[in-house]
Structure formats: C-alpha cells, structure tokens
C-alpha cells in the first residue's frame, strides 16, 4: 500500500469562537480558535488545510448589518409602507424571523405565503410569531 494514498476524504468541523463584535480582528480570533480547539480535540492542522468563515461574521467584524427598523425603513421607503406578500419563504435559514419583524414594522399589512408541508430545504413550517 502506498503511503500517500488517500483514506479519509473532507472532513468538516465546526469551532466555536467568541462572539464576533464590530471592530474585532477576524483573523487574530479565528486562528486562536481553531489552533486551541486542534490542540484541545486532539486534530492537526496540515499543509492545504482550508479555513472558512461565514459571511454574517465578517458582516459583524465590518459593523456591515442592519437593524430591524432599517429593514423597516427601507421596505416603507421602497414599497410604500400598505399591504405586502411574502410568498414562500425559506423559514430555515435563521435571520428570517429578524427579517419578517422589520418587514411588518414597515408597512400596515403583511399576506404570508407558507409551502406546505415543508420549504425547499425540507423544514416543516412553523408559527413565528
């Protein structure tokens, strides 16, 4: 058996990292992280290993978000602040309820749309709120 051959394919984890505030030095944070989290699990890191953030925190690091009531003002700027539809929303992804609160912030009446029984990425709809 040759020694380079490959046995083990991607291999993916998740390291649990401070709360990430504006201003913070992204890179400083994260290479700690993962270098204690490697020394604490017992993994190594290696040549061509790939490190990945999220994008929503790089967007906190920049101070790039918006608040509920900017997502209010711009959808009252944009669409009038009336009635509304949200048509099939993916309920999965976790900033939708932010969204939905500034969403209704800005206009008198919101008409939301549910699939049924799941959304395309197979999450079971659920009252939000």
């Known amino acids: 058996m040759n020694n380079k051959e490959r046995r083990v394919g991607t291999v993916s984890r998740g390291i649990r990292c401070p709360i990430i505030r504006q201003g913070d030095d992204l890179s400083e944070i994260v290479t700690n992280s993962v270098l204690e989290a490697a020394e604490y699990e017992g993994f190594s890191i290696r ?33 009038g602040g009336g009635t509304i539809g949200v048509i099939f929303p993916i309920l ?12 209704a912030k800005g206009v008198k009446k919101v008409v939301l749309m549910l699939s049924y029984p799941s959304d395309e990425v ?3 709809p659920t009252a939000m709120f």
Do not use: H, M, P, W
């Not at 953030?53 to 959808?75: F, H, K, L, P």
């Open 47 to 79: 040549d061509r290993d790939v490190i990945a953030v999220t994008e929503s925190i790089v967007a906190r690091a920049q101070g790039n978000y918006c608040s509920v009531d900017d997502i209010a003002d711009d959808v009252k700027a944009k669409l």
């Open 92 to 103: 999965s992804r976790n900033r939708f309820a932010i969204c939905l609160r500034g969403i």
């Open 122 to 124: 197979g999450s079971i």
